[in-house]
């Protein structure tokens, strides 16, 4: 069954929730009810990374963080999807090379 992309047309005004996700980490629960001005939270994520952008929740595409007009905006770099369906599953090695790795 395919659709065609003029029949999804209704979709394109349907409201969706998008966001950018700088980073994360755990704590424990003391931790962060001793949280307050001036306390510091370090993230998984390094510096130079790419943000994940994400449309309800989902991740969609990753990008950088930019300077627009005094605001925060963000540079979409790459878009994201499933890769491991795109990329073939491995053949298992024969021949004498194969043989010899017991």
Known sequence: MSIHPRSLEFLRDVDVRLSVELGRTQMKLRDVLSLGPESLVV?????DELLDVLV???PIARGEVVAHNGRFGLRIVEMTGDETAKEPA???ETGPEAETQE
Do not use: I, V, W, Y
């Open 56 to 58: 309800n929740g989902k």
């Open 43 to 47: 993230l998984d994520r390094m510096t």
């Open 90 to 92: 491995a053949l298992p």
